[in-house]
């Protein structure tokens, strides 16, 4: 599997940073980063292929290079915005048009709330065209304790999504 993961916004990167260690190591990763997460992911990371935001020439940028899957989190409601209005100024937002031209699974996860009625807007509109709107929400029945056990539980969802085995969180039983 081939999964583009990338974080826009500042609040919550770890979410996405934490995503990508836990990813297995089978899956071929690639990683969009917003300039202050570069710092993080150049100390802490391995494994994984970093591409620079302004590079909309990149190889994810291109349906032909095979991307299965991108997931988005945090997904800021002004990178949200952009996908839903085919706005491609970055590499960010141009990989996830590729995504939604290929039919390919996209996932983001908005980070603000409440939510307004325009960002609720957008994305019903990407829902309607496939995207899955995924955003970091608990549920408690997994009995969480730690925030680390809260983050793993979101991870864990976002892995469902991705059809990524994984035992990140207690199952409903």
Same mark, same amino acid.
């Given at each position: 599997?081939?999964?583009?993961?990338?974080?826009? *916004?500042?609040?919550? @990167?770890?979410?996405?940073?934490?995503?990508?260690?836990?990813?297995?190591?089978?899956?071929?990763?690639?990683?969009?980063?917003?300039?202050?997460?570069?710092? @993080?992911?150049?100390? +802490?990371?391995?494994?994984?292929?970093?591409?620079?935001?302004?590079? $909309?020439?990149?190889?994810?940028?291109?349906?032909?290079?095979?991307?299965?899957?991108?997931?988005?989190?945090?997904?800021?409601?002004?990178?949200?915005?952009?996908?839903?209005? *085919?706005?491609?100024? &970055?590499?960010?937002?141009?990989?996830?048009?590729?995504?939604? #031209?290929?039919?390919?699974?996209?996932?983001?996860?908005?980070?603000?709330?409440?939510?307004?009625? $325009?960002?609720? +807007? &957008?994305?019903? #509109?990407?829902?309607?065209?496939?995207?899955?709107?995924?955003?970091? @929400?608990?549920?408690?029945?997994? +009995?969480?304790?730690?925030?680390?056990?809260?983050?793993?539980?979101?991870?864990?969802?976002?892995?469902?999504?991705?059809?990524?085995?994984? #035992?990140?969180?207690?199952?409903?039983?």
């Amino acid at each position: 599997m081939k999964l583009v993961v990338a974080t826009s *916004g500042a609040s919550g @990167v770890n979410l996405g940073l934490k995503t990508l260690k836990l990813l297995p190591s089978s899956i071929e990763t690639h990683f969009i980063m917003s300039h202050n997460s570069q710092t @993080v992911l150049l100390k +802490e990371m391995k494994n994984v292929t970093t591409h620079n935001n302004e590079n $909309i020439g990149a190889s994810i940028a291109s349906g032909s290079f095979g991307v299965d899957a991108m997931l988005i989190a945090p997904c800021s409601m002004n990178t949200l915005a952009k996908i839903a209005c *085919g706005i491609a100024d &970055n590499l960010v937002t141009r990989a996830a048009a590729v995504m939604i #031209k290929e039919q390919k699974k996209l996932i983001l996860a908005p980070r603000e709330m409440p939510f307004s009625a $325009i960002a609720l +807007e &957008n994305m019903h #509109k990407l829902a309607s065209l496939g995207v899955i709107i995924a955003p970091p @929400v608990m549920a408690y029945y997994s +009995e969480q304790q730690t925030l680390d056990e809260m983050e793993n539980f979101v991870i864990g969802k976002w892995f469902d999504l991705l059809s990524i085995e994984h #035992k990140l969180y207690k199952r409903w039983e």
